[in-house]
């Protein structure tokens, strides 16, 4: 059954009005007809069983057979700030993340990043991005749409993070900075310790370096910021392979 999206206005008493790129995507794409049943969310934890009664040139009309509470989201607000990759890997990442849960996506333009986007080319993705994360979420089955921010500096990321009630920032020369020869403590051991105290309800960022890593200035700049090292293991694990292996362990541990 196809899911849609609307914004709580368009919700009415006895029904829902689509309106719209997914107008014509439902007319000329789907070709859907009346009576064709439909999955209706409103981003805000209620979702509709519809029947669509009426397409017009530019909106939907669905009667709401049915309403119900919905609690598909993760209990905590997860948000990966990811290093622009090179090539189509972003597209993957936004598809994944948004799979396994995240909140938001935030674009980040590191010192090592291939990628330079001037401010047309960097909207012209973000929308690309957003889109990508829209589709993603319907065939979830999430109860809300994923925001995809403007691309931000590295400075601007660390700022951001501090408000979060953890940053999290997977690093391959962890083992460097974590393990601790008196008290014989491995980097893996922290990283499980830290995990196991975010709780239900907290916020996390979660950054994730470009193909060339981070620089430790980088780095150093983030633990100065609060944000905490840690290591995904003994193999180096590539961008778009490193966030979804944090959010996964993430979602595991948080899904109620």
């Not at 009576?35 to 519809?50: L, M, Q, R, T, V």
């Amino acid at each position: 059954m196809y899911h849609f999206f609307v914004e709580p206005g368009q919700v009415h008493d006895n029904y829902v009005e689509i309106l719209g790129g997914d107008v014509n995507h439902m007319k000329n794409v789907l070709r859907m007809k009346p009576g064709e049943k439909i999955i209706i969310s409103d981003g805000f934890g209620h979702e509709y069983s519809c029947n669509v009664s009426e397409l017009t040139e530019d909106s939907v009309r669905a009667e709401i057979l049915e309403r119900r509470e919905v609690s598909v989201e993760l209990p905590s607000r997860l948000v990966l700030f990811q290093c622009l990759p090179k090539g189509d890997k972003m597209e993957l990442i936004v598809q994944k993340a948004v799979e396994l849960g995240a909140s938001a996506v935030v674009p980040v333009a590191s010192r090592r990043c291939v990628v330079k986007l001037d401010a047309k080319k960097a909207d012209n993705k973000v929308k690309r991005w957003q889109a990508i994360a829209e589709s993603a979420a319907k065939q979830s089955g999430r109860a809300l749409i994923p925001t995809v921010e403007p691309v931000m500096d590295f400075a601007s990321s660390l700022k951001a993070m501090k408000q979060f009630d953890k940053g999290l920032i997977p690093y391959e020369c962890a083992d460097e900075i974590l393990e601790d020869g008196q008290t014989r403590v491995s980097a893996m051991d922290q990283t499980r310790a830290l995990l196991s105290t975010i709780e239900r309800g907290q916020t996390v960022g979660i950054l994730i370096g470009p193909e060339g890593g981070l620089e430790k200035s980088e780095v150093a700049a983030a633990m100065e910021a609060g944000i905490h090292p840690i290591t995904l293991g003994k193999r180096i694990l590539r961008t778009e392979t490193a966030g979804l292996c944090i959010l996964s362990v993430l979602m595991f541990q948080l899904e109620v």
